[in-house]
């Protein structure tokens, strides 16, 4: 579910919008084909200006997740194989650190600290 930007995160806003509308296609609640809303809707989902929406989107369109079609709007253009893959793979991490007594926040740590060294 989209959700307004955090404005003291400290993330800029056009990332929380991307993380956002990466998560709905990890999850599968944005498939291959579906037509995201308006920009100026997601602009009053999200609590921001226009040009941050088109900014966010600009950039999933050149990650290769979104695709444009002039005058119509946004696409999705992944399968969900991707997140389903990434789903089970989180799955069995999680099982494993619970399975060893590690908690969220402490596999949030570790998983940052991973995720820069990699």
Request: proline share 3%.
């Amino acid at each position: 579910m989209l959700r307004k930007v955090d404005k003291h995160s400290g993330v800029p806003a056009y990332i929380q919008i991307m993380n956002d509308i990466k998560k709905e296609i990890l999850l599968g609640r944005l498939k291959d084909g579906d037509r995201l809303p308006p920009v100026r809707k997601m602009a009053d989902i999200f609590g921001v200006n226009t040009n941050t929406v088109l900014h966010s989107l600009e950039r999933l369109q050149f990650e290769g997740l979104l695709e444009a079609e002039h005058g119509v709007g946004y696409f999705v253009k992944v399968t969900n194989e991707v997140g389903k893959e990434a789903i089970e793979i989180i799955e069995r991490m999680v099982a494993e650190l619970k399975e060893k007594g590690i908690d969220l926040e402490m596999a949030k740590v570790l998983l940052e600290e991973v995720w820069k060294n990699a």
